[in-house]
Structures are given as C-alpha cells and as structure tokens.
C-alpha cells in the first residue's frame, strides 16, 4: 500500500525559507523508475508543479521557481525534501508531495497535502 | 510554460454526459502522448483518473474515458452520477517540465 504524507510549519515569515518532508511507503526511490514530485494549490486556484526527484537523483524543477527550490531525498528514511526560500504571501498554498511515472509524469498517488501560510 | 485551458464549468444531469477539453500547444498536449485527469473532492488530495490520454488507473471506473486530437485532449464522463462533482484537471509533459490546466468545476444538477 503506498503512501505519502506531507509535514512542516503551518506559518511561515515572508522573506524566510520552508522546508517540507515528504514521508512515504509502499515503494522505494532506489528502485529504477521511481519519482516524486512536490506540487502545490494556493486557495481556490489551480494546481502547479513545482519539482520532481526521481531514483538516479536528477532533479528537475519549475521554470518559474527553480532559483527558489531544491529538492532532495533521504532513501535510508523514505523521505524527500523540498526548499523554497525567500517566501511570499503569494506562495500560501497547500502543499502536496505525489508519486510520480517516470515515462510521462503522471501522479497516480498523493499525500494529504499541508497549507503553508506565508505571512508576518 | 503557460496553463492549459480549460473550461471555468461544465454541468450535466444525472445519467448524461459531459465532456471537458484542455487545450495546449505543440510542444506540451500536441507533442506528447502524456496528459493526465485528476478529479478533486472540496478539501481533499486530486485523485489520478487517466494517463497517458487514455489509460484508466485501476479503480477508476469505466465511465471516465479520454481521447486527444491535435493540441487538445479530453475527458469524457458518461453515465453522470451525483459523486462526480468535483474539481477536474489536465496535465500535460512537456520537455522535463508538467504544466497544469485551469481546472474545471463540474456541477450535476
């Protein structure tokens, strides 16, 4: 059974960075052909892919966002993390961490997710 | 990237069927056979409904159906029930890079 749960601060100060952990089970990031991605859906909005880590550790991220983020993963701990500095009020967004093909990047499982509020 | 385009809303009765588009260029929906459907529940994670422009993910039913021409893919749901309500969106590949539609909210009356 796979899952994945998302974790990290509810708040967050503008100008500060966010750092969030993306827990799963049921498979492995050491197996070839094993991806996650972080996405995000800021209140009442459409959803946006942000970045993608996948089992050889190449990384790949969102044209728009990719001087903010990092992506990385933890395999002995079954965890992928994910940075996005200098934060804004416009980044309030619930975020979602989701297991990902690694042909044609659909996300066929998906954590819980965790809104992030960005304000002083 | 910009947004696929979809529909803001779509309605339908109970039993009939809706179709939503997503339409993209040709270097996302056009280039690629990769577009995904995700349907989202108020409150709740999106669900993967189609992949790859026409398989169904185990589970789903047999009533979402999808198909592409050109720069625009769709979902067809037939049959329509009260628990399709939902949020729906596209996904397209393209270049090392996923772009999401708009979303569209489909209402059964």
């Known amino acids: 059974q796979v899952t994945l749960r998302e974790s990290g601060p509810a708040l967050v100060k503008p100008t500060h960075t966010l750092t969030l952990t993306c827990t799963f089970s049921g498979f492995s990031l050491s197996t070839t052909g094993m991806c996650v991605s972080w996405i995000r859906q800021p209140p009442g909005k459409a959803l946006e892919w942000l970045a993608l880590?996948?089992?050889?550790?190449?990384?790949y991220y969102s044209t728009s966002l990719k001087t903010r983020l990092t992506i990385s993963m933890d395999t002995s701990k079954n965890q992928v993390v994910l940075i996005m500095t200098d934060m804004n009020p416009v980044d309030t967004a619930t975020y979602y961490c989701?297991?990902?093909?690694?042909?044609?990047?659909?996300?066929?499982?998906w954590g819980q997710g965790t809104l992030v509020t960005v304000s002083s | 990237q910009s947004a696929l385009t979809q529909p803001a809303s779509v309605s339908g009765s109970p039993g009939q069927s809706i179709t939503i588009s997503c339409t993209g260029t040709?270097?996302?929906?056009?280039?690629?056979?990769?577009v995904s459907w995700y349907q989202q529940h108020p409150g709740k994670a999106p669900k993967l409904m189609i992949y790859?422009?026409?398989n169904r993910p185990s589970g789903v039913s047999n009533r979402f159906s999808g198909s592409k021409s050109g720069n625009t893919a769709s979902l067809t749901i037939s049959g329509l029930q009260a628990e399709d309500e939902a949020d729906y969106y596209c996904s397209s590949y393209t270049s090392s890079n996923t772009i999401f539609g708009g979303g569209t909210k489909l209402t059964v009356l």
């Open positions: 989701a297991r990902t093909d690694s042909s044609s990047w659909y996300f066929d499982y």
């Open positions: 880590i996948d089992w050889d550790d190449d990384k």
């Open positions: 040709s270097s996302d929906v056009g280039n690629y056979n990769y």
């Open positions: 790859d422009v026409i």
